[in-house]
């Protein structure tokens, strides 16, 4: 069965400290994995994509392939962090499965 | 930059009326998404759409839903009968790059069904 897990619903992380969001993934194939946002009243917006191994906003994700993770990292924490992440794969379909999302508050 | 936009942002009905959600995907896009989120639950997909034709529905996507692209550059979904469980945020979606799934999806502000 084609699943995304996130297991915290809620993260809070102080100002500066590191962030991890934790993604686990269940899909047979190779998969492409991504990381979308969404700030307060804002649309849900693509953050990164493990394909491209870029860092967007400070954040980047590894592909842990043996673990089935996809974990979103970022060293130090910003108070303009604090949204709704959602992890997503896509499998070789055409949709986007997503996550049932970890909210990330940064405290001052 | 470009948007995807969505119409209108609230939508109120009563159980049993059919209700139509519009999207104006992003102009050069040819591939169309309809996803819902349930208050409280993840993001789930319904339906794509490519070539004026649905590519792929979920099992959510039964007989009452509909899609179309009436006139180029809108992209609605149909809701025939509504139920009071369809009350949901709808969010349509568009992609220039569905044969590389790697590119991710342009999504919508989404419209908030309520039906009662």
């Known amino acids: 069965a084609q699943r995304v897990t996130q297991p915290e619903k809620l993260l809070s992380v102080f100002k500066g400290a590191p962030v991890e969001l934790k993604c686990n993934y269940s899909?047979?194939?190779?998969?492409?994995l991504f990381w979308y946002v969404q700030y307060s009243r804002q649309r849900l917006q693509l953050l990164l994509r493990h394909i491209s191994r870029e860092s967007i906003k400070g954040f980047t994700a590894d592909l842990n392939k043996g673990e089935t993770s996809f974990h979103l990292k970022k060293p130090f924490a910003q108070e303009e962090d604090s949204a709704m992440y959602y992890c997503?794969?896509?499998?070789?379909?055409?949709?986007?499965?997503f996550g049932k999302g970890t909210r990330l508050h940064i405290l001052p | 930059e470009p948007e995807v936009t969505q119409t209108p942002s609230h939508q109120v009905t009563q159980m049993g009326q059919e209700v139509i959600l519009r999207c104006v995907p992003i102009?050069?896009?040819?591939?169309f998404y309809w996803y819902r989120q349930i208050l409280g639950q993840k993001v789930e997909f319904l339906v794509s759409f490519y070539n004026n034709e649905i590519s792929e529905k979920s099992e959510i996507f039964d007989d009452q839903f509909s899609v179309e692209r009436p006139d180029g550059s809108n992209f609605t979904l149909k809701i025939r009968s509504t139920k009071l469980e369809d009350s949901a945020m709808y969010f349509c979606?568009?992609?220039?790059?569905?044969?590389?799934?790697?590119?991710?999806?342009?999504f919508g502000p989404g419209t908030r069904l309520t039906v009662t």
């Open positions: 102009s050069n896009h040819l591939y």
């Open positions: 899909y047979s194939g190779s998969p492409e």
């Open positions: 979606a568009s992609s220039d790059q569905g044969w590389d799934y790697s590119y991710g999806q342009y």
């Open positions: 997503a794969l896509t499998p070789s379909d055409d949709k986007i499965i």
